[in-house]
């Protein structure tokens, strides 16, 4: 029934850690039953994915909580250094994932209830189980209730408004905009938090396909355009 989130380290390869939260991500959700506690140990140190494990909880009505293993750079570096060769960090790929690392924050709703452990604390089961247990069920909203499938405009809307997402996007490099806080051609006051020129038309084209898929699982958008605007802008700037 809950979901219990710990952050851990991530994979120095950013390819297959996508990879790895996506199967995550579903494996999770397929054992989040009413009977069952779902404890998901993983590098959840992107502020996105714990977003999207968020939404993905609310969809089911069920609590989860977030814990934090909560240790100074320098305890972290510390403690690689005693890992086996096999097992440890190079200084860069450390350094690169200490500055990728979006810390929770217990203001922020999906990362709440926040539970910091330090590293000679006893786990706080008393805490956790309060966290899950004595708490009323998150109630699904416009954006995290799954999808009317069944809807005969549904996914002919979905599939159209996405595309001209994307188009915009398209738009806005063939015009060699870039930078930060940028409005959608064609969508007046809907921006992108960041538009990095690197970004290619393959990669457009998989996050497109990305989003659909995450969109027909979580989010009712039948009858509000406006709202897959404003989702996939922010599911973009996450993935």
Same mark, same amino acid.
């Given at each position: 029934?809950?979901? $219990? ?17 996506s ?6 959700? #397929?054992?989040?039953t ?11 140190? $992107? ?16 609590? #989860? ?5 909560? $240790? ?55 805490e ?19 999808a ?21 996007? $398209? ?14 051609v ?51 700037? #996450?993935?």
């Amino acid at each position: 029934m809950p979901l $219990i989130l710990m952050v851990g380290l991530p994979s120095s390869e950013m390819k297959k850690e996508k990879d790895l939260r996506s199967k995550l991500h579903s494996d999770a959700l #397929k054992s989040l039953t009413k009977e069952n506690v779902v404890i998901l140990d993983s590098g959840n140190f $992107i502020k996105g994915f714990r977003y999207e494990l968020y939404c993905s909880s609310k969809s089911l009505s069920t609590p #989860k909580c977030l814990v934090v293993c909560d $240790i100074s750079t320098e305890k972290a570096w510390e403690l690689n250094e005693n890992r086996t060769e096999q097992e440890k960090y190079v200084r860069k790929t450390f350094d690169d994932l200490v500055m990728r690392y979006e810390e929770p924050n217990h203001s922020n709703r999906w990362d709440s209830p926040l539970i910091n452990l330090q590293l000679d604390d006893t786990l706080p089961a008393e805490e956790i189980r309060k966290a899950i247990f004595e708490v009323a069920a998150p109630v699904p909203n416009q954006s995290t209730i799954n999808a009317p499938l069944n809807s005969s405009s549904y996914l002919y809307d979905l599939d159209q408004k996405t595309q001209e997402v994307i188009n915009s996007i $398209i738009q806005l490099k063939k015009q060699g905009v870039e930078g930060e806080n940028i409005e959608l051609v064609d969508y007046k006051g809907k921006y992108l938090n960041k538009l990095d020129k690197s970004i290619s038309l393959v990669q457009l084209a998989k996050s497109r396909k990305q989003f659909l898929s995450y969109a027909k699982s979580h989010v009712s958008v039948t009858n509000d355009q406006t709202n897959i605007v404003n989702i996939q802008s922010e599911y973009l700037m #996450k993935a």
